[in-house]
């Protein structure tokens, strides 16, 4: 007797002649299921929210954030997690992400390390996971032994726990306190959780970082006092959001910014901007 595929593994009705449509009507299709994902996600947003002010809660007393996931959903973490230095002056150490596979599974699939649900633990036991900290799962299918091994090991330790998942009903909810799913149906390529489930949980990552960020001070109104200027993009920003909060032209603006060594918030406290 064949199992019942889950919703993520599920054939999409609305795609059933996909290799028979044009271009134009593949792109059109795939813009209408991803728009759904949106509606979803806006649905999750009681969970997102409880979600988000535990991370904070843990971030506020010193913990760190872990990411894990495998495949599109660890990857999505780990791109999460590298953007909060540069957006938000963060120690690289606050916001982290494990990736099945490790790091060289972020450019080229390992597809089988997801399966061993003792990897995650031991890398979280290697970077010392205490009960300050939070672990967040990330998981399409809502079930991968990698990071059900991950949330165990968390629940274990007495830190903070959440899962991203898009099947109802998935092991993931319940193993962590703050589950949040997204139930955005079937694919348009049968199975292929890169596209509406990894839209979705990109979303809800952004949403994460971000919002927690936000309330841990990280900005002065909606804007990014605490980046770090690693680039000349970057560095013009900085310039920009100065003129902008203290009414200096760009070339005062630009020496002080020299003056306080790249530290924006110490400028805009000096330019009486903060």
């Known amino acids: 007797m064949e199992s019942t595929p889950s919703l993520t593994e599920s054939c999409n009705p609305e795609s059933k002649d996909l290799d028979r449509l044009s271009v134009q009507e593949i792109l059109a ?3 209408r299921e991803e728009a759904h994902a949106v509606e979803v996600v806006r649905e999750a947003l009681p969970s997102v929210a409880s979600l988000v002010e535990a991370v904070v809660d843990r971030l506020a007393g010193g913990g760190r954030l872990f990411y894990v ?7 999505l973490g780990a791109l999460d997690a590298a953007e909060c ?3 938000f002056g963060t120690d690289p150490e ?4 494990l990736l099945a596979g490790g790091i060289g599974a972020f450019g080229r699939a390992v597809e089988h390390a997801e399966d061993d649900p003792e990897a995650a633990a031991a890398e979280l036991r290697r970077r010392g ?3 300050g900290d939070f672990v967040l799962g990330i998981s399409a299918s809502g079930r991968t032994p990698y990071v059900m091994g991950a949330l165990r090991l968390a629940a274990e330790v007495g830190a ?3 899962a991203l998942f898009c099947n109802p009903g998935a092991p993931l909810s319940r193993l962590c306190e703050h589950p949040v799913l997204l139930a955005v149906g079937p694919e348009v390529l049968t199975g292929s959780t890169r596209l509406k489930a990894g839209t979705a949980t990109k979303m809800v990552l952004n949403m994460v970082s971000t919002a927690a960020m936000v309330r841990l001070g990280h900005c002065l109104g909606n804007l990014m006092v605490d980046l770090r200027a690693n680039s ?7 310039v ?3 003129c902008e909060r203290t009414g200096l032209s760009a070339g005062p603006a630009g020496e002080l910014l020299e003056d306080c060594d790249g530290d924006l918030r110490r400028a805009l406290t000096l330019a009486g901007g903060a």
């Open 29 to 31: 299709l795939m813009n």
């Open 69 to 75: 996931g495998a495949g599109t959903s660890g990857r």
């Open 85 to 87: 230095p540069p957006t």
């Open 94 to 97: 606050r916001v982290q992400a």
């Open 129 to 131: 996971l205490t009960a």
């Open 160 to 162: 903070g726990s959440g």
């Open 232 to 238: 000349a993009k970057l560095r013009d920003r900085q």
């Open 240 to 242: 920009r959001i100065l």
